[in-house]
């Protein structure tokens, strides 16, 4: 039983710890299917290949690094949010930058 109370203690401190980890920025979750762009003008370039579908463009985006794939279900750190426009800029961990998202790709942590 001890055992396992300490178990528990130690792993409500580690999530603790994950979510606090975001320090500049407010813990969201990514959610599957998003990319991201390193600034605005790329945003727009990306958003218009994926409503027009021009896979052709989006891979180009890709292999220059201007746009990411964003992995589903990890911790990010949200920068920034610009509720006009609906994006948030964030932190990915294990990828170089901030990116733009739309709001729907990250749920925030509470």
Known sequence: MMIKLAAVCF???FAGAAIAACVEGEAAISKP???GAVNTEVYGEMDGAISSRNTAR???LLTQRAVAQIPAGIEVCIIKADF???RK???V????GRYWVDDAAVTVVR
């Not at 961990?93 to 170089?96: E, H, V, Y």
């Open 11 to 13: 792993l409500s401190a």
């Open 84 to 86: 006009f426009w609906d």
């Open 33 to 35: 299917g998003y990319y």
């Open 58 to 60: 989006l891979s180009s």
């Open 89 to 91: 800029r964030i932190d």
């Open 93 to 96: 961990p294990g990828l170089p």
